[in-house]
């Protein structure tokens, strides 16, 4: 009973969370007016241990991997995103952001198109679970959608399918 209480806590959270956005997309979407056909991408970055290249493989949805090494090309973004990131900060919250990611994110042309963060970590980690989605939501005004551990549990990876889906078409009902 209480598993059934706290499921539906979850995803009434994430439902939540869509209508919250809702509004801020209206305001996201006037940045790319330009672009009308909305179609929906996922970026993400695995570091080689993989947990989050593993969870992306599970959701089953097309999605872009940022290069793990800074030798290799940085990634551009050419349509409406989401991107997947897990959390490496210190036991103080310092250095989240892995610095591939934000090397990906300090190029503006694929920052406008980032539409939201879903994040993920360790819960040994305390208050800095999963805090690059914290970090990169409030530093890119957009929503952190979902936080999930490691290479996360089958209901994470049903319920992120499901709010992705709803997310975008709430975006595509917002561009027209
Ligand atoms: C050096 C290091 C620091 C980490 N710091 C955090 C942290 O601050 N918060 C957190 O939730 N998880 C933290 N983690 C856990 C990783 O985010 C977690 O293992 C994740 O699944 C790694 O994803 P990847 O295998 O796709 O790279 C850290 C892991 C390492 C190796």
């Not at 290799?72 to 310092?94: C, H, N, S, W």
């Not at 805090?131 to 089958?154: Q, R, S």
Request: proline share 5%; charged share 20%.
């Amino acid at each position: 009973m209480l598993w059934l209480k706290w499921k539906r806590w979850v995803t009434d959270r994430f439902l939540l969370l869509l209508q919250e956005t809702s509004t801020g997309l209206a305001s996201v979407q006037t940045k790319s007016a330009a672009s009308p056909e909305l179609v929906s991408g996922l970026v993400y970055f695995s570091s080689p241990s993989g947990n989050t290249h593993r969870f992306v493989e599970r959701l089953g949805l097309p999605a872009e991997r940022i290069p793990p090494r800074a030798s290799e090309p940085m990634l551009k973004a050419t349509q409406p995103f989401v991107l997947i990131t897990p959390t490496y900060a210190d036991g103080e919250g310092r250095g989240a952001v892995h610095k591939q990611v934000i090397r990906f994110l300090n190029d503006a042309a694929n920052r406008t198109l980032l539409r939201g963060v879903i994040a993920s970590g360790n819960r040994n980690f305390g208050a800095f679970f999963a805090y690059a989605g914290t970090i990169i939501a409030a530093k890119c005004n957009c929503p952190c959608l979902y936080k999930f551990e490691l290479a996360g549990t089958d209901s994470d990876i049903a319920r992120v399918r499901q709010g992705l889906d709803l997310f975008w078409k709430q975006q595509l009902s917002i561009s027209q």
